[in-house]
């Protein structure tokens, strides 16, 4: 397959995209709204959160660090066995736009490869650490055969505020057909990185009012492959060097 960029389009195997296209929602909206994890899978988070998702009859899609799925593969295998989906978060948590870019395909290939082996299934989306995309980044996920999926809403879990403010977005934004960005794990030194002290979160009680809001709104959450079986993904440009 050929792919070649010019003039801001991406062009793979005939078929051209702009530049930066990546999923953020999915349409028609109708009752789902996709929630995401990102930076696990962590034991004492992600299992628990198993049982949060279950009891609400939710799906979710897990943004793997690879850094942490070699250390937890059982806990992988487990999150797919409850009817959850994976996709790639990363190698590590570093992130992508200080890489030289003429290695990242070769990179997120090989992650990417990993991922597929330790837990049995294909993988095909991508989010990059911290959201941090640029032209070139983003180019080579897709020669990696990835898609990038970002996010419309999110809970500030990585930070230390009130429980109000982290559902803030949820409830003044439209969650139908949003991508609403959570996370199960906090990247460390483990995985290349150093954010400081993780913020004091209860995981499992914010998924329980986030699901609160959705089902007050007569929504479902589910996985994104779940949402797309009776939508079709909403894409646009992203660009943020982080």
């Given at each position: 397959?050929?792919?070649?960029?010019t003039a801001g389009v991406h062009e793979t195997g005939g078929?051209?995209?702009?530049?930066?296209?990546?999923?953020?929602?999915?349409?028609?909206?109708?009752?789902?709204?996709?929630?995401?994890?990102?930076?696990?899978?962590?034991?004492?988070?992600?299992?628990?959160?198993?049982?949060?998702?279950?009891?609400?009859?939710?799906?979710?899609?897990?943004?793997?660090?690879?850094?942490?799925?070699?250390?937890?593969?059982?806990?992988?295998?487990?999150?797919?066995?409850?009817?959850?989906?994976?996709?790639?978060?990363?190698?590590?948590?570093?992130?992508?736009?200080?890489?030289?870019?003429?290695?990242?395909?070769?990179?997120?290939?090989?992650?990417?490869?990993?991922?597929?082996?330790?837990?049995?299934?294909?993988?095909?989306?991508?989010?990059?650490?911290?959201?941090?995309?640029?032209?070139?980044?983003?180019?080579?996920?897709?020669?990696?055969?990835?898609?990038?999926?970002?996010?419309?809403?999110?809970?500030?879990?990585?930070?230390?505020?009130?429980?109000?403010?982290?559902?803030?977005?949820?409830?003044t934004g439209p969650l139908a057909g949003g991508v609403v960005?959570?996370?199960?794990?906090?990247?460390?030194?483990?995985?290349?990185?150093?954010?400081?002290?993780?913020?004091?979160?209860?995981?499992?009680?914010?998924?329980?009012?986030?699901?609160?809001?959705?089902?007050?709104?007569?929504?479902?959450?589910?996985?994104?492959?779940?949402?797309?079986?009776?939508?079709?993904?909403?894409?646009?440009?992203?660009?943020?060097?982080?």
């Open positions: 397959m050929i792919t070649r960029v078929m051209a995209e702009p530049e930066g296209n990546s999923v953020v929602g999915v349409e028609p909206a109708a009752r789902s709204v996709v929630l995401t994890y990102d930076d696990g899978p962590t034991p004492g988070v992600t299992d628990r959160l198993l049982t949060v998702l279950a009891d609400a009859g939710a799906s979710a899609t897990f943004f793997v660090l690879l850094t942490r799925a070699r250390r937890s593969p059982g806990l992988l295998r487990d999150l797919l066995a409850a009817g959850h989906e994976i996709g790639l978060h990363g190698r590590d948590h570093q992130r992508l736009t200080i890489v030289d870019p003429d290695t990242l395909p070769t990179i997120l290939r090989s992650a990417r490869t990993e991922l597929e082996d330790l837990a049995s299934v294909p993988v095909r989306w991508f989010r990059p650490p911290y959201g941090a995309q640029d032209a070139a980044t983003w180019r080579a996920v897709r020669a990696a055969d990835l898609t990038p999926v970002l996010w419309s809403l999110h809970c500030s879990d990585w930070l230390d505020v009130p429980l109000d403010e982290r559902l803030g977005e949820l409830r960005l959570l996370h199960d794990g906090f990247a460390d030194a483990g995985d290349g990185v150093d954010d400081g002290p993780a913020p004091a979160l209860d995981h499992c009680a914010l998924t329980s009012a986030v699901l609160g809001e959705v089902g007050a709104q007569g929504l479902v959450a589910r996985s994104l492959g779940a949402a797309l079986e009776t939508s079709t993904a909403v894409r646009r440009p992203w660009f943020d060097v982080g």
